[in-house]
């Protein structure tokens, strides 16, 4: 009988798995295992590694289900995949390709020593799958995206029925799951990622075009932390979608599915930039915006973190995330955009601050999400449209409902201050409970002077990279 490893790193799911069906678990002895890496659990995350140590438990109790169970180690990944194959005779070991610079240069060093088999599973395609016709990657979204849908649709062979497994050998021991409290607002694990996606058809998916930006509303399917881990399949979700659009009863209907098949696309499209352009982590993608001087101001930075600027929307959405570990997309680009474009303080000190709250933190679409916001990526929203915060929170917030949620100071504030409180005349502040500077913050910026200030900044970047300085 062969023993193999299903070494599990985002693919924390027994549905719909394609890495497990190619460990073949009716046919082999397959050891299902996870290794924490101290390189990666030395990140201060700690919504994040809850959830990810809740799904391991709930990953356990189904492989026991099924005849077997989860093994987990602690080290370095090649020294304790050597270690496991000694024990248990493993000869191959099969694994979900990830594409960030760590995972794979920690796959090249295990390959040069094991057998490893990567298996396609992260996105539905490969990167290399969907290049221009000279063979070089897509930077802009939508040639990208064409060709993506152009490409054969998933199979079916995803619906394949959930496997039994043959019993491991005793002799193999497993370290006990670290203990963390669960995420409140996010219950780990394949069934409630399925009960999730199922909510979302039936109920949101016709409206998803209309009601996605709206902050106030429950528009999308916050289904991100379990793409995260995968604990759902992003083919299993590619194949609803499409089957959403073709099955839609209206125009509405349609245009919803398809909107919500092209923010998956999205995700499809940052994988891909991450895969060919690894320098992104460090850098701007677009040379002639590397050279920005930004400010440093810890107290700005912190009053952002905090949620109290002093703009309504922003605050709400930092403290949406501090809660909740996760912020609605609309939020993010507010937020983003005020830290970059208001305070003038660099990308990166709000990506790192986004991939320590968020329990769905993933290098490739918070990367890609902070260059956009700040017009440095690939296929960025241009450096010069400045998000106006009041403006966003009326429009995305037009009965002021999601601001009053996360931000109490203000809830007895009348609507038509609700973004704008400083312009509340002392009496109003009075009888609403909520004096400016007392309860609630003033703006810690001007706005208007800001944007000039930040485009200056990314003008002077540009001369800068051409020389004309
Ligand atoms: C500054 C910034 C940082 C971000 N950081 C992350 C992150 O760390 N992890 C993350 O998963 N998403 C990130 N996003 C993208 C997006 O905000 C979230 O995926 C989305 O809000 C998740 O909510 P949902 O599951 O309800 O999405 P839905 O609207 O239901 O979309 C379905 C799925 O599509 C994918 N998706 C949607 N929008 C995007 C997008 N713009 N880019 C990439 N994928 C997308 C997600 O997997 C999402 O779960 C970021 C966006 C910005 C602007």
């Not at 549905?15 to 659990?41: G, H, W």
């Not at 669960?182 to 009601?211: M, S, T």
């Not at 399949?233 to 659009?245: C, D, F, K, P, T």
Request: hydrophobic share 40%.
């Amino acid at each position: 009988m062969q023993t193999v490893i299903w070494w599990i790193r985002r693919d924390l799911r027994i549905k719909n798995n394609p890495t497990l069906q190619a460990a073949d678990p009716e046919n082999r002895r397959v050891l299902s295992v996870f290794i924490l890496d101290p390189v990666l659990l030395k990140r201060d995350a700690k919504k994040r590694k809850a959830f990810l140590f809740e799904g391991l438990r709930r990953l356990d109790e189904q492989l026991r289900t099924l005849g077997s169970r989860l093994i987990l180690r602690a080290g370095k990944p090649t020294e304790e995949l050597l270690r496991l194959t000694q024990e248990s005779g493993a000869a191959h070991i099969y694994a979900e390709e990830d594409y960030s610079p760590y995972s794979r240069k920690r796959d090249q060093e295990v390959a040069s020593r094991l057998s490893l088999q990567l298996v396609l599973g992260l996105t539905v395609y490969h990167p290399n799958a969907v290049k221009k016709q000279d063979g070089t990657p897509y930077t802009v979204f939508t040639p990208f995206s064409k060709a993506w849908k152009s490409l054969p649709q998933p199979d079916e062979s995803i619906h394949a029925p959930t496997p039994h497994f043959l019993q491991i050998p005793d002799g193999i021991h497993s370290l006990p799951i670290p203990d963390a409290a669960p995420v409140e607002d996010f219950p780990a694990g394949e069934k409630e990622a399925e009960k999730r996606l199922q909510d979302f058809l039936r109920q949101r998916i016709d409206g998803y075009r209309d009601e996605r930006d709206r902050l106030d509303l429950n528009g999308t399917s916050v289904l991100s932390p379990y793409f995260r881990f995968g604990m759902l399949s992003i083919r299993q979700a590619v194949s609803a979608a499409i089957n959403a659009i073709w099955q839609a009863p209206n125009d509405d209907a349609r245009a919803g599915a398809e909107a919500w098949l092209n923010e998956l696309i999205w995700r499809e499209f940052y994988q891909s930039i991450l895969y060919h352009f690894s320098e992104v982590m460090q850098k701007a993608f677009r040379h002639d915006l590397q050279w920005i001087t930004w400010r440093d101001s810890s107290v700005e930075l912190n009053a952002w973190k905090k949620g109290l600027t002093g703009y309504p929307v922003v605050d709400a959405s930092m403290r949406q995330l501090a809660t909740l570990g996760w912020m609605h997309n609309r939020g993010r680009m507010i937020t983003a955009s005020f830290l970059v474009k208001d305070l003038l303080i660099n990308w990166q000190e709000g990506e790192e601050w986004f991939m320590q709250q968020l329990v769905d933190g993933d290098p490739a679409s918070n990367n890609g999400g902070w260059q956009w916001t700040a017009g440095v990526g690939t296929d960025a929203a241009p450096y010069f449209r400045i998000f106006n915060p009041v403006l966003q929170g009326k429009r995305f917030d037009p009965e002021g409902g999601f601001v009053r949620q996360w931000v109490p100071e203000l809830v007895n504030v009348p609507l038509k201050y609700i973004h704008e409180p400083w312009r509340m005349p002392l009496e109003v502040q009075l009888t609403s409970g909520c004096v400016l500077g007392k309860d609630y913050p003033l703006p810690i910026v001007n706005h208007k002077a800001a944007r000039s200030r930040t485009l200056e900044a990314y003008r002077k970047s540009k001369s800068l990279s051409s020389g004309n300085y």
